[in-house]
């Protein structure tokens, strides 16, 4: 067996919320609002080693996502562990991780010091990450302004350019022009050839699986 990267144990992630909200019934106690408790992930175990690409399958609302996030530290689970072994981390993902009002550039500043790297390594790489997203002129704009398609190619570009031991992909490779999909997708068969890169990628593209993984995982309404 070889070096493990990521060790998750009977994870268990809930979404609880509010059906229904009134101030004054609130304020005047004549009414207690009840929460709803989703549970999204249930019990899910695995193992990686290091350098291994896994691919995650299931329909919509089967916790996919809602699991990469657990990973990559954005929220913590209701039970189980996540361990990753003191492996760096970066989740690529829409609509995940952006300041709106901040411009392209000093996102990837912001973005690459979130990840672990220094403000002067980020510097270093801001060039190729600004070259390879194919901004142009928008690459100094508020993202608020950007297309889904160039959120996507910022997104990609920084998460590509300052590698991380472990990469977390959710369903991006599917957004933006043709031209840049055929780059972000020969770019990420580079980095998964990375023997110490270990990969995890939601998709619901059974051939991105097939290119890519080297195993896939079932999710079934968080199973």
Known sequence: MGEIAIEVKDLCIDYRGLKSYSIKKN???????????????????FTLEKGEILGIVGKNGSGKSTMLQ???????????????????VSLLSIG???????????????SGMLLGFSEREV?????EIVDFAELGEF???????????????LAFSITAI????????DEVLSVGDASFKKKSFNKMKELINDENRTVLIVSHSMDTMKSLCS???WLHEGR
């Open 27 to 45: 304020l005047l106690h004549l009414k207690r609002n009840k929460t709803e408790v989703f549970h999204a992930v249930k019990h899910v175990t």
């Open 70 to 88: 657990a990973i990559a530290g954005i929220f913590s689970p209701n039970q189980g562990t996540i361990d990753l072994h003191g492996n760096t």
């Open 96 to 110: 995940v991780g952006f300041q709106r009002d901040l411009t392209g550039r000093e996102n990837i500043i912001l």
């Open 123 to 127: 510097r270093r790489r801001e060039q």
């Open 139 to 153: 690459i100094d704009a508020p993202v608020r302004t950007y297309s889904s398609g160039m959120y996507s190619k």
């Open 162 to 169: 300052l590698e991380t031991d472990i990469m977390l992909i």
């Open 215 to 217: 195993k896939v995982l």
